[in-house]
């Protein structure tokens, strides 16, 4: 099937479409077959699930029933027992009182059954029940724990990772490691929740920029981002890296209106803490992508920073999850500027106009993903996330960062129920 397209660039192959307002004086003939051809060649798998909506999380609805004299003042979600378990981390927050029925929503990744509710008084002190994931009403009748302490530390937020890929709407290399950030997200009162981000990796050598849309508001939502201890990603940004980014606000008014925060506007400067300019300009290095210290590549801590996000009511923010955000990144392509979503909001445009719409009948593996975990081993630079092929003799090759059979990347490409754990099975000498 052939159509034709103007307006639109985009090199795969013989196939072009144009990006942005180009404008081009003929048309340029697309050719979908050769274009699906093309995908086939270069993704490392030859089979993907077309109902493949690329999620190892779920927001989950739950109501709460708070007992009388606990003198509960919040409610929290853990991963595992706070009192005994020193690997529970805190999932989500309300703020309650005695005798209430209070709703919540919770980003629960897919490999939990199980899950712990904690009514926490003004003394520390925890009254801990424990119940399923599928149930919807919980109460503590039947607690497991009262008005205990944690036997070790407070649990601490949970993050998820986000490993990016870039070149988007072009193919990637499939190691996800262009860029890397863990993102936990803690209510910290009725009217505001802290965003924990950490920039773990930047495996990329072209400039990024990195933001969150917060789903569901609008920038007049918003009252203010305040860094904590006025701490940022973006301390003495050369000029010339304003290009994907006009400014260093934190709170940025999408092309719709909505609520954008602005974590950098460019990646290699926010990782790097020594980086010498010339005339504006610097060399970009590979920053925690690899164990050599030749040419381009280097090791640094990764930069933790916090925000808080000042609401002008609280409304929704029970059901504020991991779901409720899109972290995306910003990078240029053909002189354009492009956005890189998970795949759910690929489309979404949200600082930029461009026409990728021609992905839409191709199914490809996204070029974002995100990982319900704080400790995500991402692939070194050189090697593929999974690779799954159907070979001849009808035997199943498996290669990649995570190649465990029976938990592998390829195997939850293929199928979006099998290989649900693929991101806790890493192959040793292949992750950061």
């Not at 904690?118 to 399923?132: E, H, K, P, Q, S």
């Not at 009511?313 to 979503?341: C, R, W």
């Not at 159907?390 to 490409?413: C, M, N, P, Q």
């Amino acid at each position: 099937m052939k159509m034709k397209i103007c307006n639109q660039l985009f090199v795969l192959m013989a196939a072009v479409m144009v990006l942005g307002n180009i404008s081009c004086s003929k048309e340029i003939e697309y050719d979908e077959d050769k274009n699906k051809e093309y995908w086939r060649r270069v993704l490392p798998v030859d089979s993907i699930d077309q109902d493949h909506a690329w999620q190892l999380s779920t927001s989950q609805l739950y109501q709460f029933t708070v007992n009388a004299n606990v003198e509960a003042n919040r409610l929290e979600i853990y991963s595992a027992n706070p009192i005994t378990s020193t690997e529970a981390e805190m999932m989500g927050r309300v703020y309650v009182s005695d005798e209430q029925q209070v709703t919540m929503s919770v980003s629960v990744p897919s490999m939990l059954t199980t899950l712990y509710a904690a009514l926490i008084d003004r003394a520390g002190t925890y009254t801990v029940t424990r119940f399923n994931v599928t149930d919807r009403h919980v109460d503590f009748s039947t607690p497991i724990a009262i008005k205990q302490k944690p036997s070790q530390v407070i649990p601490k937020v949970m993050a998820y990772t986000y490993c990016y890929d870039e070149g988007f709407p072009g193919a990637g290399d499939y190691d996800y490691n262009d860029l890397v950030m863990r993102i936990g997200l803690e209510r910290t009162g009725p009217r505001q929740v802290d965003i924990h981000v950490t920039l773990s990796a930047v495996g990329a050598s072209a400039q990024m920029a990195g933001a969150i849309r917060l789903l569901g508001f609008s920038y007049q939502d918003i009252a203010s981002v305040d860094p904590k201890d006025g701490k940022t990603l973006n301390v003495n940004v050369p000029k010339l890296s304003y290009g994907l980014m006009p400014n260093d606000e934190m709170l940025q008014k999408g092309r719709n209106g909505e609520a954008v925060i602005n974590l950098f506007v460019d990646a290699h400067w926010a990782m790097d803490d020594n980086i010498e300019t010339i005339n504006d300009d610097f060399t970009r290095k590979k920053y925690n992508v690899s164990q050599s210290l030749e040419g381009l590549y280097d090791m640094t801590y990764a930069k933790t920073v916090d925000f808080t996000v000042y609401f002008n009511n609280g409304d929704g923010l029970n059901n504020f999850t991991q779901e409720s955000i899109d972290p995306f990144i910003v990078t240029y392509y053909m002189a354009n500027k492009i956005e890189t979503h998970l795949n759910e909001f690929m489309d979404a445009q949200t600082l930029y106009n461009y026409d990728v719409s021609v992905l839409n009948n191709i199914k490809t593996l996204p070029w974002a993903l995100k990982i319900p975990s704080s400790y995500f081993q991402y692939p070194l630079d050189g090697f593929k996330i999974g690779f799954i092929k159907h070979l001849k003799s009808g035997t199943v090759s498996l290669d990649g960062a995570y190649r465990e059979i029976g938990h592998s990347f390829g195997e939850w490409v293929e199928n979006r129920r099998n290989g649900l754990d693929w991101y806790q099975y890493p192959t040793d000498g292949e992750v950061w």
